[in-house]
């Protein structure tokens, strides 16, 4: 597998330190990564600041001899109802994502990661599901004449079941349509996270990682004098096999499944540890020690 470091762990986003995308690039190579994946968004790769940035980022990677593998685009392919249907929404992000595959080309670059829809309470989730479908179809189409393969992650709700997903796989029914494949959401909702992985793995081409715990919530109820336990946990991030996620099972499954695609690792939430420099680095390092232990990557 190729190991990947994604640009949005330095975005700061969720608090952490920020790098600008010229140096996160050499910096990704010095902590021994061979790959890139770079947010479709800013403060790194906006289709509204790519014509200044495209030639400063190709020295950046061959001067650093590394590759970017992957665009990260950032799409729900809902429809809000009402008012909302007056604004074409999803033909912008039609037009986002071909932006995207454009700037692909340019980099030299065979993957434009995508979302699928939130699912939106009252709606029919045929209509729901029908929508998303034709969407990503139009995004392939456009994305086909730039050489570029879309990659449809499985963290959304409509279609987010493994077998869903490949339902909705099915429909799309585009040879340039691939899976972004992770563990986060099966594990999440008690999938068998080897069996998940082997099922999906012949269609995948990127898997993103990042490892989590389960934080049991209560509430307190004075009326009582007790605490109420709450349905859902809270979520979070920690350094690679530290968390709850069966990682060895996943990646034996994506590897009985066939699959020797990109592997990349993510920081996209509160970290345990702070978003320093140095907490990220240490994450980012531990990704790279946990998969050279298992052979994973060389």
């Known amino acids: 597998m190729t190991p990947c470091l994604f640009s949005i762990s330095y975005a700061g986003f ?5 790098l600008k ?13 061979e790959s890139v994946m770079i947010a479709g968004k800013r403060p790194h790769l906006s289709p509204l600041d790519a014509a200044e940035q495209i030639e400063p980022l190709k020295a950046a990677l061959n ?6 593998d992957v665009l990260g685009a950032y799409t729900n392919l809902a429809q809000p109802v009402g008012v909302g249907c007056e604004v074409p929404q999803i033909e ?4 986002y994502v071909e932006s995207l595959a454009r700037i692909a080309a340019q980099l030299g670059t065979k993957i434009v990661r995508i979302f699928g829809a939130y699912e939106i309470e009252g709606q029919d989730p045929q209509t729901q599901w029908n929508r998303c479908v034709s969407a990503v179809r139009e995004m392939c189409d456009r994305a086909a004449a730039h050489g570029v393969t879309i990659a449809l992650q499985n963290h959304h709700d409509v279609g987010l079941h493994t ?5 909705m796989l099915s429909d799309i029914d585009r040879p340039n349509c691939k899976l972004g494949f992770d563990a986060w959401s099966p594990a999440l909702r008690a999938e068998n996270v080897y069996e998940s992985a082997k099922l999906a793995a012949p269609h995948t081409v990127i898997t993103t990682n990042a490892d989590y715990i389960k934080v049991p919530r209560h509430r307190y109820r004075p009326e009582l004098v007790n605490y109420e336990r709450q349905d859902v ?5 920690v ?13 034996s499954g994506l590897k009985d499944g066939g699959f020797d695609g990109i592997a990349t690792f993510e920081m996209c939430s509160p970290l345990r540890g702070g978003g320093s420099l140095k907490n990220l680095d240490t994450c980012a390092t531990t990704y790279l020690s946990w998969m050279k232990a298992r052979q994973l990557i060389s």
């Open 63 to 68: 001067a650093a001899k590394i590759r970017c």
């Open 21 to 33: 995308l010229t140096d996160f690039i050499p910096h990704a190579a010095k902590l021994g990564y």
């Open 239 to 251: 350094p690679f096999g530290k968390g709850f996620i069966d990682y060895a099972a996943f990646f």
């Open 14 to 18: 969720w608090g952490q330190s920020v």
């Open 233 to 237: 946990d809270w979520v979070r991030a």
């Open 92 to 95: 912008f992000q039609i037009a």
């Open 163 to 167: 077998e869903a997903l490949l339902e």
